[in-house]
């Protein structure tokens, strides 16, 4: 979900680190630093994001915290993360018309 909903909405190298993470369990571990790097460009004033971006971005940062909660390790992230994916996805293809 994460890929396809990046495809259009920009070059983020913050959302390909968070699309690797999800594909390679062995970096699992390295979730919290892919968590605050999208983090930190998400809440960045001087290149803000637009709507679409933003939901983007959650998406990535639901992926991190999935892959933080698989990997054991702690402190444990929101323990609803997985299933707000879900949701976020539906609210973003909403905002994007399915593009």
């Known amino acids: 979900m994460l890929r396809a909903a990046s495809r259009n909405l920009g070059d983020f190298p913050e959302v390909d680190d968070a699309l690797v993470l999800a594909a390679t369990e062995e970096r699992w571990p390295q979730d919290g630093d892919v968590f605050n790097r999208l983090r930190r460009r998400s809440l960045d004033q001087i290149a803000p994001l637009n709507e679409q971006q933003v939901l983007l971005f959650t998406l990535a940062e639901l992926v991190a915290k999935v892959a933080h ?31």
Not at 74 to 86: A, E, H, N, Q
């Open 69 to 99: 909660k698989a990997a054991g390790v702690r402190p444990p992230f929101d323990y609803d993360s997985g299933w707000r994916i879900g949701p976020v996805t539906h609210r973003l293809m909403s905002a994007t018309d399915g593009a």
